[in-house]
């Protein structure tokens, strides 16, 4: 992916919902064309004052069963079921945020990345009007470049051609 785009893979450290290492590297990787619409979003980005932050890119099939079966069911809606599969698991999902440019700080949102909450949601009403507007920038950035948001996660976006790539697990490691 674009050197430039700043890395923060939660689910290589004990950082995330899972409280421990899901990977043993902390790569980004996703479909060459996916990768290539992204790098155009972070160039669109940079005169504005934001580059991406990327949370996480193309995850083992293995990765979202654990997730799945780790998940209460009153927070599914936030895990993709194995049964399917992740949209991740295709190459074609991202995880992303957007950093000031200037600093490389992480910017606020209305909610934390994977929070099971309402404050996840799209089109959550809440939080102030600086966070909602850098979310709505990141959406409608995204958009722009065949990205569309998953209407529980503001941070979750699926490229337009993801039936075209089959569900992998292939661990990083030998990718
Ligand atoms: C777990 C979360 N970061 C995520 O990616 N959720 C979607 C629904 C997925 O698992 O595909
Ligand atoms: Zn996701």
Not at 15 to 33: E, G, I, K
Not at 47 to 54: A, T
Not at 78 to 94: D, E, L, T, W
Not at 109 to 129: F, H
Request: include cysteine; proline fraction near 6%; glycine fraction near 6%.
């Amino acid at each position: 992916m674009d050197p430039t785009l700043q890395l923060d893979i939660r689910y290589a450290t004990s950082s995330n919902f899972m409280h421990r290492p899901l990977y043993t590297q902390p790569r980004a990787f996703l479909q060459r064309p996916a990768a290539a619409a992204l790098a155009q979003v972070n160039q669109e980005l940079k005169p504005l004052g934001y580059k991406l932050l990327v949370f996480d890119g193309y995850r083992p099939w293995a990765i979202t069963k654990q997730m799945w079966d780790s998940t209460p069911d009153a927070n599914k809606e936030f895990v993709a079921n194995p049964q399917k599969g992740s949209r991740h698991n295709r190459g074609c999902a991202i995880d992303l945020s957007l950093c000031e440019l200037a600093s490389g700080k992480e910017v606020e949102m209305p909610g934390q990345y994977d929070e099971m909450s309402p404050r996840s949601y799209a089109a959550y009403a809440g939080g102030t009007a600086e966070q909602r507007a850098r979310r709505d920038l990141l959406r409608s950035k995204m958009e722009q470049h065949g990205f569309s948001v998953l209407e529980a996660e503001w941070w979750h976006f699926d490229y337009k051609d993801w039936k075209s790539y089959r569900i992998q697990n292939t661990p990083f490691e030998q990718l």
